[in-house]
């Protein structure tokens, strides 16, 4: 158990549908990551959000949506999305965004048929 | 160019021997900082080590050992007395920082090793 938490933990969604990823921490941690890992590909930071404020949107398609309402949790909320996108979607926490150690979730397992 | 290479896809040890994980990175970065994770089949990423660029002692935690050598630009992790839980994922990070600055906490990742244990 590392604290941190994320639903559902395997999605199947068509083209068109319109669905969320949940992330929850439980460490009292104030920055909060999504990232992103595809088959082949090293891990990709996707978004950085400390104490609720996105700091870091690594050039991620607008088909993808985060939403930080405190710092407990996070979402990404997903529209419009292609295969290519299907992939392992892990969200991480730190106590900052300046600490070292970030602690990481089990991850979504999306599929986009 | 890549900012962390890991050149081994797959690596296998045998039971209760030690085994090296490669690492390389490229930073221009003064100071920055190079991390190990482990993912098991479960999906989450474990944390393992963590050295700093300034650090002048090889980071240690337990059976983990980090091998730094700054000039070759090399962060390998050393495993000593595998275990058949040690079958998994690895990856090495690195994070990027200037003085007075920051990454946000951005970690660059390498494509990862996956190791297998066999008894």
């Known amino acids: 158990e590392t604290g941190v938490t994320q639903t559902p933990r395997h999605l199947v969604m068509g083209m068109t549908n319109k669905k969320s990823l949940k992330c929850e921490q439980h460490?009292?941690?104030?920055?909060m990551y999504w990232y992103k890992q595809s088959a082949k590909k090293p891990l990709e930071l996707m978004f950085v959000y400390s104490l609720e404020e996105r700091v870091e949107n690594n050039s991620v398609p607008s088909r993808f949506s985060p939403e930080c309402p405190n710092s407990s949790h996070l979402f990404l909320h997903l529209h419009t999305l292609q295969p290519e996108d299907s992939a392992l979607y892990l969200c991480?926490?730190?106590?900052?965004?300046?600490?070292?150690?970030?602690?990481f979730g089990p991850g979504t397992r999306l599929t986009v048929t | 160019a890549q900012k962390i290479t890991q050149t081994q896809p797959g690596m296998f040890v045998q039971e209760k021997e030690a085994v090296t994980l490669d690492c390389t990175y490229d930073t221009s970065d003064q100071s920055y900082g190079l991390f190990w994770y482990k993912q098991p089949s479960s999906g989450e990423m474990i944390f393992l080590i963590y050295?700093?660029?300034?650090?002048?002692q090889n980071a240690t935690e337990g059976r983990y050992s980090l091998n730094f050598q700054k000039a070759r630009k090399s962060a390998n992790l050393v495993i000593s007395a595998s275990q058949l839980g040690d079958s998994a994922m690895y990856f090495c990070?690195?994070?990027?920082?200037?003085?007075?600055?920051?990454?946000?906490?951005?970690?660059?990742f390498g494509q990862g090793t996956i190791l297998t244990v066999h008894p």
């Open positions: 050295q700093g660029s300034y650090d002048e």
């Open positions: 991480a926490s730190s106590l900052h965004d300046s600490s070292f150690e970030q602690y």
């Open positions: 460490l009292g941690h104030n920055a």
């Open positions: 990070a690195m994070r990027e920082g200037d003085a007075g600055g920051t990454s946000y906490g951005k970690l660059t």
